[in-house]
């Protein structure tokens, strides 16, 4: 839920404050991202993680762009949540021409699980499982039984494969 967008947002989408607060600003998704995106945001705002995600959005002129939605949770000084500090990029030009995601890796990449995403996309940056763990606030273990069950999930046997996967649905770049 949004509680503040800045001015250039609100050019770039062609709509009021009012109509972007709370969930209104998911309005503009693209019927392709909508159900991932906010599966994305349900689970990243429950478990207090941080999120990063590419969909497409719709802009000013009803044309949809690709944009890339980082967010941090923010705590209180009293250690409670006060919600995310987010921004959100448009990379339409680096998307454009450069890379399609292939269907099925897309298809088996987002059937795992949110956490197996997340570790898929730092193996996948090169982190080890150990950096992996630490990044995301883990025990090795944890980490080490996700990317047991991502080689599983993707039927690969190699973290070379499960990186092709992770370029081939999108989620990291080449």
């Known amino acids: 839920m949004r509680n503040f967008v800045n001015r250039a947002w609100l050019e770039f989408r062609g709509r009021t404050q009012e ?18 995106c906010i599966e994305t ?42 919600g995310y500090l987010g921004t959100v990029t448009d990379i339409t030009d680096r998307k454009r021409g450069i890379f399609t995601p292939d269907e099925e890796s897309v298809r088996l990449v987002f059937a795992l699980t949110e956490r197996e995403r997340q570790v898929l996309v730092l193996i996948a940056e090169g982190k080890s499982t150990k950096e992996a763990a630490a990044r995301l606030g883990i025990s090795y273990k944890t980490a080490d039984s996700h ?16 990186v092709r996967y992770a370029i081939r649905a999108g989620l990291i770049q080449p």
Do not use: N
């Not at 109509?19 to 991932?36: F, K, N, V, Y």
């Not at 497409?56 to 002129?61: E, G, M, N, T």
């Not at 047991?148 to 039927?155: A, F, P, V």
């Open 147 to 162: 990317r047991s069950r991502i080689l599983e999930k993707l039927g690969v046997h190699e973290t070379a494969s499960m």
């Open 41 to 82: 945001y349900i689970k990243s705002f429950t478990s207090r993680q941080p999120f990063h995600l590419q969909y497409r959005l719709q802009r000013s002129d009803g044309t949809y762009t690709w944009v890339e939605d980082v967010g941090t949770p923010r705590l209180q000084d009293d250690g409670s949540f006060a």
């Open 19 to 36: 109509q972007e607060m709370g969930s209104g600003w998911t309005d503009g998704l693209h019927a392709d991202d909508r159900d991932l």
